[in-house]
C-alpha cells in the first residue's frame, strides 16, 4: 500500500487577504508615504480608479481609517 500523506503532513494553503484589508493597507501606505497629503480631500470614485476596485471597500477602507485616527469624515462632504 502507498504511503500517502495525512492531513496534518501536508502543506497549509495560504489565503490572499480579504479585498477590504489589501485596500486598508494600500491606504495606509499612500498616507504613510506621502502620496495623500493631511488635509487633502478624498474621494472615492478618484481612489478605486486608482487601486482598481469598486467604491465599497473604499468606503469600509475609510470608515477604518476614520476609527484609527488617520482620516476625517465629515457628512456630506466626505473624507
Not at 496534518?8 to 480579504?18: D, F, N, Q, Y
Not at 498616507?31 to 467604491?55: C, F, T
Amino acid at each position: 500500500m502507498p504511503d500517502t500523506p495525512t492531513v496534518a503532513a501536508r502543506s497549509r494553503i495560504t489565503r490572499p487577504a480579504p479585498l477590504r484589508q489589501a485596500v486598508y493597507d494600500a491606504l495606509t501606505e499612500l498616507i504613510v508615504d506621502g502620496s495623500l497629503k493631511p488635509g487633502q480631500h478624498l474621494v472615492e470614485a478618484e481612489l478605486a480608479a486608482e487601486l482598481g476596485v469598486s467604491r465599497q471597500p473604499i468606503r469600509e477602507a475609510l470608515q477604518r481609517l476614520h476609527t484609527a485616527g488617520w482620516v476625517d469624515l465629515r457628512p456630506s462632504q466626505g473624507a
